[in-house]
């Protein structure tokens, strides 16, 4: 599905990764001074699932950027460490539940790349990367 609309949280319309985005997709960028807004215009549409996937919404990661797998009560864990780096996704697979899970549907991309950075040197620092998988692991 092609992006037809860039918005940008008006706290990260200086980093350097939105400037690129926008210049790569070739679109003028939307600020937003708050993500309702954009939640908005995609909850709008009639068909919102779809519009989510042509709306880009470039902000910045409140939260942490390496982040334990959720799991769920039915399945066990797998233990693994996922990289946040955004969040919903532009392929319509039928058989894919992230499509009724996200609400509001928006395609949201973090572009504070530098602290995501520093996130990830910290966890190297302090536990090496074979460390990262959790001990109860099966080895090959």
Known sequence: MMITDVYVDAHAANEIETAAICSRLG??????????????????????????????????????????????RHYTCCGYRI?????????????????????????QFFVNHADMFQELDQALTNRPFSALAPASSPTA
Not at 37 to 45: D, F, L, Q, S
């Open 27 to 72: 679109l003028q960028a939307k600020i937003a001074a708050r993500a309702d807004e954009v939640y908005a215009a995609v909850a709008a549409a009639e068909d919102p699932i779809r519009r989510g996937k042509q709306v880009l919404y470039l902000t910045r990661n409140k939260g942490a950027f390496l982040k334990q797998c959720p799991g769920t």
């Open 83 to 107: 990289l946040h780096i955004g969040s919903f996704c532009t392929m319509d697979c039928s058989y894919c539940i992230l499509q009724s899970y996200f609400h509001p549907p928006v395609l």
